[in-house]
């Protein structure tokens, strides 16, 4: 069984109806949207026409949003119904980064997020969902996709049907009739400053980046604001636990690298356990409910890595103090092995998010398969800059080679992603809006490698002073990541 809907927009007026619906019988927030119509105009005077688009959630068969969620609060019910149990939720809103249709929002009243769920209670009652109900020309149907005598399934059986971002794979259960595809197809049609009746929702000010192709006589003329929800915080994990997992990667080879006495022996676990110690907070704080973290541990979803990541993070520190407790009790042989054990978890801590970041469907951007070694390179760039400073003198060759070899890999890695083919329009529109994305007057991306690559290399080549090269490595890659991470969440998804 499949609950789904038709929607036939060879009907359709554009009303509203179903999104006042919807907020009175659900109770949804000003702001939120459980279910939104769009507007398009295209043509140009005097030969234009408005088309529209009802959007919500398709209740996918394959839904991301219910992979991700670290706390099982989405579940795939047995008729189909993506449904969530706000109560569980603790706002990381990673479910908002999986949905490739942005059909879920944040209740900030609550601290938890919400979308459409089928008018589920009314379902149990043998109702219909309230959109249907209201609707004035019929244009919602609703019904078993999967019951071949069910009057939607026939419907979507006769009639020509189209699904949003079929390239996503998630199998949407909201079927569209009548539909242009420049409704359908995010960021195709302009999106002006102005919107019919207001000014178009500031969230994503970011200038549409020229080198993208639009429909430039077709004009979003109406559509709901769409929020950045990750930001600083996530940045600042990046960073923060690509030091932790550097520096440990880095630990079995500290005298090698120049360190000795005290900073040799403990210097880089202790740097690993006060970083990872910090991205966890991080972590914690960026939740809505910081309290409720707990619950990645008390009703994991192992299908997570956010849960899989959280537990990576655990294992990581039990070695790093394991390491430090053998060393202070003068075992330092059983010490230097446990180390070779941190070294690998400090690979697993700085990667895991590459496989987060893949279960991100919505974010085509972050689901690129050079993310994993690229966030491995970094790692053991943050763990040189973080450890240079405290090895022998100002001046040394093996901190200096590493620092240079991993800033010259990151860059590479860097100017491929943005520069490389891209396979979906989102994925490009992300790539392009790395270079949009500002900080102040800074151009993000752009400015953090020239700052993190030639400011790092110029210490150490050139003035010869590795120990300061910390300061513009690790401040290039912040703002590296803050591009990153915003690009990737400013294209439309709807």
């Known amino acids: 069984m499949q609950l789904g809907f038709v929607i036939d927009h060879e009907s359709c007026i554009g009303c509203h109806a179903c999104t006042v619906a919807c907020k009175a019988e659900n109770n949804v927030p000003v702001g939120g949207f459980r279910t939104s119509v769009k507007y398009v105009e295209e043509g140009t005077f005097p030969d234009v026409r408005r088309m529209f688009l009802v959007q919500r959630c398709n209740h996918c068969t394959k839904a991301p949003c219910v992979t991700i969620c670290p706390v099982n609060a989405l579940e795939k019910k047995p008729n189909g119904i993506v449904d969530i149990d706000r109560d569980a939720c603790i706002g990381c809103r990673a479910c908002m980064q999986a949905c490739p249709y942005d059909a879920i929002y944040l209740n900030e009243d609550l601290g938890a997020v919400e979308k459409c769920h089928y008018c589920a209670h009314r379902i149990e009652k043998n109702l219909e969902p309230a959109c249907v109900i209201v609707c004035p020309v019929g244009a919602i149907i609703s019904g078993d996709l999967h019951n071949p005598n069910s009057r939607i399934a026939q419907i979507a059986a006769g009639k020509e049907t189209k699904v949003r971002r079929p390239e996503q794979r998630t199998g949407p259960n909201v079927r569209y009739v009548g539909v242009e595809d420049v409704m359908l197809n995010p960021g195709q049609a302009i999106r002006p400053e102005m919107y019919l009746w ?197 001046r040394f060759e093996s901190f200096s080679g590493v620092i240079v070899i991993a800033v010259l890999a990151h860059l590479a890695f860097a100017l491929i992603e943005r520069y490389r083919a891209h396979d979906t329009d989102n994925a490009k529109q992300g790539a392009a809006f790395l270079g949009v994305v500002r900080i102040g007057p800074f151009k993000a991306w752009r400015d953090g490698l020239i700052i993190g690559v030639a400011g790092a290399l110029l210490f150490v080549s050139l003035l010869q002073l590795s120990a300061f090269a910390f300061v513009p490595a690790l401040l290039g890659l912040l703002m590296y990541e803050h591009a990153f991470i915003r690009a990737g969440q400013v294209p439309p998804l709807s």
Not at 264 to 275: G, M, R
Not at 292 to 315: D, E, H, M, Q, Y
Not at 329 to 335: V, W
Not at 373 to 385: E, I, K, S, T
């Open 198 to 394: 207001s000014d178009r929702p500031p969230h994503k000010g970011e200038t549409w980046p020229v080198q993208l192709n639009v429909q430039r006589d077709a004009r979003v003329v109406l559509d709901y604001g769409h929020k950045v929800e990750w930001g600083w915080g996530v940045t600042l994990y990046l960073v923060t636990k690509g030091i932790a997992g550097g520096a440990a990667m880095l630990a079995p080879f500290a005298a090698m690298l120049g360190l000795e006495g005290f900073a040799a022996k403990y210097l880089p676990e202790l740097i690993a356990l006060f970083f990872v110690g910090l991205t966890g907070l991080l972590l914690v704080e960026d939740l809505k409910k910081p309290l409720a973290f707990i619950r990645l541990f008390t009703r994991p979803n192992w299908n997570s890595w956010l849960v899989k990541g959280a537990w990576v993070i655990n294992a990581f520190v039990g070695l790093i103090v394991a390491s430090l407790a053998l060393r202070w009790s003068g075992m330092d042989a059983a010490a230097d092995a446990v180390r070779w054990g941190g070294a690998l978890a400090g690979a697993a801590v700085a990667g895991y998010t590459a496989f987060l970041f893949a279960q991100c469907e919505g974010r085509d951007l972050w689901q690129s398969k050079l993310l994993l070694p690229h966030l491995l390179v970094q790692a053991v760039m943050c763990g040189a800059a973080a450890l240079v400073p405290f090895a022998r003198g100002f």
